[in-house]
């Protein structure tokens, strides 16, 4: 049986990154496997959330799942923490991982920056409760971007200590799922960083609530070089920002770059930037709108996130017992 986990952090707002690069790949594999899709509101706490955002922008997501077109009785689409099993196995996982092995997280190194020491016990275990998200549900794939790769490899290293140090071949060695190269969205104001809810710069993103003008005109703004557009991606070498907005129309539009460059090879960026925006405007547009039309109805998300925690809960439940079992957890029958 091969099971889907995935996640996304409810922080910041949502970003044509997130949306490309993850929630619209997911609406693929919705036929192929069983698939757990996970707001990780866990996670988003590792740095400080001021509460009634960190709800809000939980609908946020379940919303951005919902409009993108994943499907909530096929897939589980719920919220970390009201599964408790998440915080549980993350225990767990915390007595199995080394600390040589997180000391190793480019991502902690990165998101802890200069000031190590004052950086959340949380951030540094982060990759623990990331294992135990997917292990939770004897996830077998997982489908990631780049940066998330060293955090998988990790959780693999959890499942193989955790089955070697019991004597048991209870956790499966999971798989990443990794999705083409145009989905990989860099920043618009420099392409060889990746666009990010954490640049200052809101020109350096397309949020998934701009509207038509903020969307033309960020990418009107967006960094180019001076060269007309090349003609084919083995010229995008030096030339991260046509890169970037050729793989994002290639995304957009659900083709090749190499069809991209064909196209529009030799144009100068002005003219590609209006037909970008246009495309981007037509393509976003009625995710949008969907979004917007259900976070005028919380209810109603939260009545989807309701019945995926159930849902996870009665698939978590089981495999929690199982794990108290083989560490040697009492569980006192009787009364
Ligand atoms: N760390 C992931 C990110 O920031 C989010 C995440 C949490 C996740 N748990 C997961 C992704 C489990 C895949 C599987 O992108």
Partial sequence: MERIFSGVQPTGSLHLGNYLGAIRNWVRLQ???ECLFCVVDLHAVTVWQDP?????NTRHVAAAMLAAGIDPKKNIIFNQSQVPGHAELAWIFNCVARLGWLNRMTQFKEKAGKNKENASVGLYAYPNLMAADILLYKGTHVPVGEDQKQHLELARDIAQKFNNDFGVEYFPIVEPLIFGAATRVMSL???TSKMS???PSELSRISMTDDADAIAKKIRKAKTDPAALPASPKEFDDRPEAANLMGLYAALSDCEVEDVCKQFGGSEFSTFKQ???????EKLGPVQDEMRRLMADPAHVDGVLADG???ARAIAEPVLAEV?????FLRPQGK
């Fill in 275 to 281: 037909a970008l925006a246009d495309l981007a405007v």
């Fill in 189 to 191: 104001r420099d392409g």
């Fill in 309 to 311: 925690v159930a849902r």
């Fill in 31 to 33: 036929d192929d496997y």
């Fill in 324 to 328: 108290h079992d083989i560490v040697g």
């Fill in 52 to 56: 009634d955002v960190l709800k809000a």
């Fill in 197 to 199: 809810k954490s640049d």
